[in-house]
């Protein structure tokens, strides 16, 4: 399952911490780093992070950045990953080197950073040891979305238009297979060890296993009882018009029936102008866009600190007159 929680106060700076977790592994993502928002997770929490997902590099999604860095810098293992749109990975060097790294020579860690043009990522290391002063390039990697594959899950991003590119992401755990518990009582077969054969992935059809003193194909077993679902996904937009029927399609094509939805609106409806201007979206475009991408529910942050909580109520009116199941952060307690 794919936890998450969003940071940061109401009309201040915000950011999503997720979680993919497995059962046997918990993968910690970040969603862009808001000032002020990453001090109220555990820096032992904020070591562990696998990977960080820019939006864009304005002040807002960027200005906590640092509480990360500190927390990671010199840590051996794997290189904290970054991903954003074109340009992150001369944006990202150079807050590195804004910073006196003496000490760093012989210190483990470093950045593995990728940045996505919508047609490919071309990604850098940076070492620590070498106090970050050296791009060490990767091949590019041609991709027409995908910015970050695990066994456990992968990520997608799609460049937006927010006056400057922006990228919205898409989470997503691979498909489930379970068994079908009614099928399997009407076949009459009991429950018992075979069952794992048939989840199991390393075995082919071909296989036979036993039931009852009988021998049983795999592949049958597999058509009859296995029941394949889509995994757990968390989508993430921010600070981007999607006025262009093409942008509609993409967006349409990566989000459609996203589990969960997290969704910029920084503007009420009486505000277009301003959303207009800025590059943002309203709350009646916020709610048609949900309507278009059928989220399982709708999570709204990034709002403005002009609106009082009674407005605030009143834009996610706004919203919910198009897509019920919105709401802002639980732990914002407003509507
Ligand atoms: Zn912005
Ligand atoms: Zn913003």
Redesign the pocket.
């Known amino acids: 399952m794919i936890e998450f929680e969003v940071l940061g106060e109401i009309g201040k700076d915000n950011c999503v911490a997720a979680c993919v977790a497995t059962g046997t592994a918990n993968h910690r993502l970040l969603l862009d780093c808001g000032g002020n928002c990453l001090h109220k997770l555990p820096r032992p929490y904020l070591y562990g992070m696998q990977a960080v997902f820019f ?2 590099f ?1 002040f ?2 960027y200005a906590g950045f640092d509480e990360l860095l500190r927390a990671v810098w010199c840590r051996p293992g794997p290189f904290l990953q970054i991903v954003g749109p074109p340009g992150t990975c001369r944006i990202i060097q150079h807050r590195l080197l804004g910073y006196l790294w003496n000490n760093a020579v012989g210190l483990p860690g470093g950045f593995r950073v990728s940045e996505f043009d919508g047609k490919q990522l071309r990604i850098i290391r940076l070492l620590t040891t070498e106090r970050f002063e050296i791009a060490h390039e990767e091949p590019p990697v041609a991709t027409s979305g995908l910015v970050l594959q695990h066994e456990d899950f992968s990520v997608h991003a799609l460049l937006l238009d ?1 006056g ?1 590119e ?1 990228l919205g992401y898409r989470i997503q755990e691979p498909p489930k297979q379970s068994i079908n518990v009614t099928r399997l009582e009407s076949l009459g077969y009991g429950a018992g060890p075979w069952l794992k054969a048939v989840r199991n992935p390393q075995l082919a059809d071909s296989c036979t296993v036993d039931i009852g003193g009988a021998p049983q194909l795999l592949g049958d077993l597999r058509r009859e009882l296995l029941v394949t679902r889509s995994g757990p996904s968390l989508g993430y937009l ?2 981007f018009r999607a006025d262009d029927a093409d942008v509609r399609e993409q967006l349409r094509q990566l989000f459609s029936h996203v589990d969960t939805l997290i969704c910029e609106n920084n503007y009420r409806d009486t505000e277009r102008e301003l959303a207009l201007q ?2 943002h979206l309203t709350a009646t475009e916020v709610g048609t866009l949900a309507v278009e991408l059928q989220p399982r529910r709708l999570v709204l942050f990034h709002v403005s600190d002009r609106y009082s909580s009674t407005e605030l109520q009143e834009q996610l009116q706004e919203v919910r007159a198009h897509f019920v199941d919105a709401s802002f952060p639980e732990s914002w307690h407003i509507g």
């Open positions: 939006s864009h304005h807002d999604h927010h400057t922006c921010t600070d800025n590059y």
